[in-house]
C-alpha cells in the first residue's frame, strides 16, 4: 500500500503541469506545487526527476527547497522595513542587524552560566528596557525613535543596542574589562563599524562568554 502510494506520488510529480494540475479552487494541486519546488525552483537544474527517481530521492530534494525557502522567507521577513501590519516599524530589524547567517545560535550551546544566556537571549531579541523599546509604549504615544535618548550617560546618543553595547559611558569600567578580554583572543571590536553588532553573532565560544558576562553585568549596573 506505502509503495502503491509513493508510486503514485512519482508519477503525479512527472506528469503534472501547472496549466491542467489545478484544484476545485483553481489553485495548484499539492503535485505540482511539488513539482515547481524541485524543478522549476531549482535553476541550476541539477535535479534529475523522471519515472526513475527513487522516492527518497524526491523526499530528500524536496527537505532540502522546502529548508530554502523558509530561509528565504525568513530573511525578507526580518529585513523588512515595516512590521506585519506594514504600518509600523519591524522590531526585527534589529535582530536582523546582528545576524550574518541562518543557523542555530551557537551561544545557547556554550560553555557559559545560563544566565548570560538568558541575558544575550533577550538582549537579541529587544526584550529589555533600553529607551529604544521603552519609547514605544511612551504614553499618550510612542516616542519617535530619534528622541529616545539616553539616560544612564550625557551623550545625547539614542539609546539602541549598539549604543548600549559599544560606547554608553555609563559602563566604561565594564567595558575596559570587555576590550581587555577580547583582545586577549585577538578580537577587537569596532564601535564605528555599522555591522559591529554581528559580534553576537559569531562562533567563538570565548567571544561569546565575554559578551554574555558583560551584558548580564551591564543590564545589572542599570536595575
Ligand atoms: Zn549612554
New binding site residues.
Partial sequence: MVSQDKGCLAAGLITAQSELDLDENGSHSLAITIRILLVESNKANTFPLGPETPIKDILRELKIRLNEKFEDAFWLVIKANTGADGKSGNTLRKYALMKSSFKYEKYLVAPMPTKYKVCMARFRLSCHKLEIETGRCHKPYPKPAHERI?R??P?G?V?DEA??LL????YDTLKTRLYTDLQDINVTPNVHDPNALKILDCDDTRVLLCLGRYISQCLLLRS
Fill in positions: 539616553c544612564q550617560c551623550s546618543r539609546e549604543h548600549f560606547s554608553c559611558e555609563k
